[in-house]
């Protein structure tokens, strides 16, 4: 046995494990739950609430000891549940409820240990003077802005002299770790309090600087964002590195610009949605209850930031009347775009069954143009949804959304009935235009490929080469090319992947052989050519005599640079540059053809 | 029928001859396009396809007006979306330059025209040569170059 | 002695210096021969030659445009005499690796202007002063101040005119043109080995002198000057059929100023504006 190596008892098993340990992470290790409130694995136990007290019985002085801050020592033997352990937490647990009858957690504990309440004058404040947020401020966050204040009753958590604190950076790491919910940085920071949006969520709920971005993202790892982490920001923190068991975490690591030589560059740069916000008689971004139709999604997922609960943003209640606005900005030349976007129409149809599903008593109503479900199995879908009765379809158009008595009220045209109908709704949800990625035109700039004045990418052929693209070697995918559901994404994407590998596959590659070819008797080597050309394919050759002098230093280009386009022939006075295939001769015979 | 009458039933029958130079990447492909759509537009363009609108000489265009062109096009991809990057800056620095130079020597600056179609315009591409076509048609017949043509020797 | 006969002891002073110590092989010069009208150049290979060099008000010609023709560069290290115009053409040439700078002696002078009375260019002449040569002889000349709206008078009086009356103008003009080339020969930057009015393959230029082919011609020669003519209007001045040729170089040398801002011949470094671009280019006139 080494001398680190230690041997204790804690309910009667035995566990050898290192010394260095708390009591509590050794139980933790042999899964003894021992209850706590003022301790967090990231902050420095201080013993304080009691709760965690655990009986010694033979190794050391007998007694009560807070397993959160007891050293596990060689030869104790622990009892975490003993009647006396018992007793002492029931206790305390009393003397808390007296305390602190408001806050959950002591409320549950106390009935898990049979308290009842004393007659003791009742303090109604949700703080049970643990101090975890004293030592996370001070000794992790490194700010130090909330510290005890005052004596005996009058004792409580502060901010120095009972001030608004600018010194607080309002990361919120208080409010994190209090046991009891009590401590609310809003009231004493100065600064504006972080809250970071979950970007997957459409930003319906916040997440932390440390997070993994979606439910099964390929990695499925958390990621860390500098921007928003205090160890970035304040060099204090550093507690995911402390707690991470792997020791994963290393904040030396640099962003790093990595080049790779590829063969085949597949572009799937995915899609936005348009920004409703612009169609103000919709009131998206006014009113809280009008969403888009990605924010329901996520509203109504499982993994979602409601756990699948349906709530109306404003007040948290079951939307009972649902409105869906399909062609949000599709099929609009005025302000919007002429294309239909192509999915609403699917995913508006199984919102409906989605709501329903959530909401059995809810009703459901669509304003639709024309119901586009061409696709295997799709109009059998739509018509399960009108058969069943899942949502009311109205055809036509919505001219505005405006909110009365708490309600919002949907004002629109059905033209089938031919009527104006007037809906009040819990919830409105848009179903906005599809758009190309941002960015995605500087990318095709810098990839030489061609796209639409919507942004979306160009398709060498739209029948015969529908991924491929003008420019050898790139491939396009999903809805950087067009408007696409998940089954036609999968087949584009999985028909980009075969041409590529096909592509890669040979160990030769076959070329067009329109390149650009020099005259040598002709050519005088001003090198006008080089500065013209876009691919560096223009080389010096060196002429020489017999003797071996220096006679000429002439073009020459480049078979494998050359693209052939022909800059260089047309700056070349001497008219020394042929490009093969658009030769001037066989542009001539064109030209006099063309002629009269 | 009257002279004049006569004169202005030749003048709508005959049909101007536009010469086109397009790009292979945007032009041609708008052009395409626009077949493709079934967007109709008039016979009198005929197409000669290049690779850049870089590629197009000065002198191609002027060669085409000796053979009797009266109108010429070259059309290439928008600034910017080059398939080879810059070919189309060259051209329009060459080109408008030229222009002015054909019109220093007292040619119609209109019979020479350049456009930006990209493979995506069949819509634009039509409608630019109908547009052509029909101010080609009010131009009439490039006289002047083809008495100069049909001229002495010096 | 006139500013121009110490200029012409000078020059003899340092070409017999040069030569003596075979600096250079050769010294390309302006010399006047009994009953020549004006002063020619004249190739001088040895020391005892120099008296033949004199430097006045009619060296009209562009010597640079010796420094490509094989013959010469046979000859090793060329000396010349340059006027501040002509040291435009050197730079061109420069430009476009025609010469190295270490295979030519820039002989630079201090020019007044040619002829009496003085060449249009002369008068709105702002390289009065060679710089950048090997040798400068002369007094320094005071530069008068040349606004840009002198530059290109000749170009802007045609342009003046309706669009029919310059076709009228220019078909009277080049169905003159006999096609001698002989503006192609005295331009120095019209050093092609292979002229494209040579290549037959396809026939890029008619040949015969017809005034279709002409305008052909002189449009291909426009074209493969703009940019590069530095105006010195030698084109014109051996022009047998006195064709303004001048005024077709001076419009497109106006287009790349005003377009480009480009001035052709002031620096080796330049760039072309030809062989560059702008994205900001203008637009106008595109469909």
């Known amino acids: ?498 041409k590529a590998l096909g592509l890669v596959s040979h160990k030769q590659l076959t070329r067009e052989p329109t390149i650009g070819v020099v005259n040598e008797l002709s050519c005088n080597g001003c090198f006008e050519c080089e500065n013209v050309c876009a691919y560096k394919a223009i080389e010096h050759k060196e002429l020489r005599d017999r003797a071996g002098n220096l006679t000429a230093i002439l073009a020459h280009i480049n078979e494998g640079l050359c693209q052939g386009c022909g800059a260089c022939a047309v700056t070349c006075r001497s008219k020394s540059i042929e490009v093969q295939g658009y030769r001037d001769d066989q542009m001539f015979a064109e030209i006099n053809a063309i002629g009269r | 029928m009257s002279k004049e009458q006569q004169n202005k039933s030749e003048k709508s029958q005959w049909q101007p001859r536009i010469v086109a130079f397009l790009c292979n990447w945007c032009s041609y492909a708008g052009a395409d396009l626009a077949g493709m759509s079934r967007r109709g537009y008039p016979a009198a363009i005929k197409v000669i396809r290049v690779p850049c609108s870089g590629k197009v000489d000065p002198m191609f265009v002027l060669k085409s007006f000796e053979r009797g062109a009266d109108m010429v096009l070259v059309s290439g991809c928008h600034p910017g979306d080059c398939h080879y990057a810059s070919g189309n800056y060259h051209a329009r620095r060459k080109l408008l330059a030229f222009r002015e130079l054909l019109d220093f020597l007292g040619i119609d600056q209109r019979r020479f025209k350049i456009s930006w179609v990209s493979a995506a315009e069949g819509a634009k591409w039509s409608s630019l040569v109908k547009e052509i076509t029909a101010e080609a048609q009010a131009l009439g017949p490039f006289e002047t170059f083809a008495t100069m043509l049909q001229g002495e020797p010096s | 002695m006139s500013a121009n006969g110490t200029i012409t002891q000078a020059l003899r002073e340092a070409a017999a210096q040069m030569l003596s110590d075979k600096k250079v092989g050769v010294v390309i010069g302006y010399g006047r021969d009994e009953g020549q009208e004006f002063s020619t150049p004249v190739f001088l290979r040895k020391a005892e030659e120099v008296e033949r060099l004199v430097f006045d008000d009619l060296c009209f010609g562009n010597l640079a445009v010796y420094l490509s023709r094989p013959a010469i560069r046979k000859m090793g290290k060329t000396g010349i005499v340059v006027k501040g115009c002509d040291l435009r053409a050197v730079n061109v040439l420069l430009r476009e690796n025609v010469i190295k700078r270490e295979d030519v002696l820039l002989i630079g002078v201090h020019c007044g202007g040619l002829g009496e009375p003085r060449l249009p260019k002369c008068l709105v002449c702002e ?116 064709i303004p040729l001048g005024a077709i170089n001076q419009k497109m040398a106006k287009v790349v100023d005003e377009r480009f801002g480009f001035r052709s011949g002031f620096s080796a470094e330049d760039e072309a504006p030809f062989t560059t671009f702008s994205t900001e280019d203008s637009e106008e006139g595109i469909l």
Not at chain 1, 305 to 319: A, H, I, N, V
Not at chain 1, 438 to 456: I, N, S, T, W
Not at chain 3, 195 to 218: D, Y
């Open chain 1, 1 to 498: 046995m080494t001398e680190k190596t230690i041997k204790l008892t804690i309910d009667n098993q035995e566990v050898q494990t290192e010394a260095g340990q708390t009591i509590l992470d050794v139980a933790k290790s042999l899964s003894i739950e021992i209850p706590t409130l003022c301790y967090h694995p990231a902050v420095p136990s201080a013993g304080a609430c009691r709760i965690c007290v655990v009986e010694i019985t033979a190794g050391a002085r007998g007694g009560l000891v807070p397993a959160c801050s007891y050293p596990a020592q060689d030869g104790l033997e622990i009892q975490t549940d003993s009647e006396r352990v018992r007793q002492s937490r029931k206790m305390t647990l009393q003397l808390l409820l007296a305390r602190s009858p408001g806050a959950k957690i002591i409320r549950e504990m106390a009935e898990q240990y049979g308290c009842e309440e004393l007659p003791l004058e009742r303090k109604d404040d949700d703080c049970i003077m643990c101090g975890l947020c004293v030592r996370v401020c001070q000794q992790i966050i490194g700010t130090a802005a909330v510290c005890f204040a005052g004596r005996g009753p009058d004792r409580e958590v502060s901010t120095p002299y009972k001030l608004l604190s600018d010194v607080c950076i309002g990361c919120g790491a208080c409010a994190f770790v209090c046991p009891t919910g009590a401590i609310d940085p809003a009231e004493f920071c100065s600064n504006p309090l972080e809250k970071i949006a979950n970007e997957f969520n459409c930003g319906i709920d916040n997440r932390t600087p440390v997070h993994i971005p979606f439910p099964q993202a390929v990695p499925n790892k958390p990621v860390l964002d500098r921007d928003n982490c205090i160890h970035f920001r304040t060099g204090g923190c550093g507690v995911c590195k402390e707690t991470c068991p792997a020791g994963a975490i290393d904040y030396e690591m640099e962003d790093q610009v990595v080049e790779e030589d590829v063969g085949a560059i597949i572009v799937a740069t995915g899609y936005k949605l348009f920004d409703t916000k612009v169609f103000e008689e919709y009131g998206y971004g006014k009113y809280p209850d009008v969403v888009s139709s990605l924010e329901f999604e996520r509203m109504v997922s499982a993994s979602g930031p409601t756990d699948g609960q349906l709530y109306r943003p404003s007040d948290g209640k079951e939307p009972k009347t649902i409105v869906f606005l399909q062609c949000i900005g599709s099929r609009r030349e005025k302000g919007g775009v002429p294309y239909c976007s192509k999915i609403c129409c699917m995913y508006t149809a199984k919102h409906t069954i989605l709501y329903k599903h959530k909401v059995h008593d809810g009703q459901a109503f669509v304003f639709y143009m024309d119901i586009r479900s061409a696709g295997k199995n799709y109009e059998e879908f739509v018509r399960r949804v009108l058969t069943e009765k899942m949502a009311t379809y109205l055809r036509g158009r919505v001219s505005k959304v405006f909110p009365r008595n708490g309600k919002l009220v949907v004002r629109g045209a059905d033209t089938l009935s031919g009527g104006q109908v007037e809906i009040s709704a819990d919830m409105v949800v848009l179903a906005p235009a599809m758009q190309p990625s941002p960015g995605v035109q500087e990318l095709a700039q810098k990839l030489r490929v061609g796209y639409d004045q919507h942004g979306f990418l160009l398709e060498a052929h739209p029948k015969l080469r529908p991924v491929e693209t003008n420019t050898a070697g790139i491939f396009l995918a999903g809805a950087c090319h067009s408007p696409q559901d998940i089954p036609d994404c999968v087949a584009q994407a999985s028909a980009a992947a075969s």
């Open chain 3, 127 to 242: 390289v009065h002063s060679p710089t950048g040569c090997d040798v400068v002889v002369g007094e320094a000349i005071e530069q008068p101040e040349v606004k840009a709206e002198q530059r290109y008078t000749k170009a802007d009086e045609i342009e003046a005119k309706p669009v029919e009356q310059r076709w009228e103008f220019w078909q009277k003009q080049l169905s003159k043109c006999i096609r001698c080339y002989a503006c192609r020969q005295v331009c120095p930057l019209c050093y092609c080995k292979r002229c494209i009015i040579e290549k037959n393959t396809p026939q890029w230029v008619e040949t015969s002198p017809h005034v279709r082919g002409n305008l052909a011609w002189h449009v291909a020669r426009a074209l493969h000057l703009t940019g590069r003519c530095v105006g010195c209007g030698e084109c014109e001045r051996v022009c047998p059929m006195d």
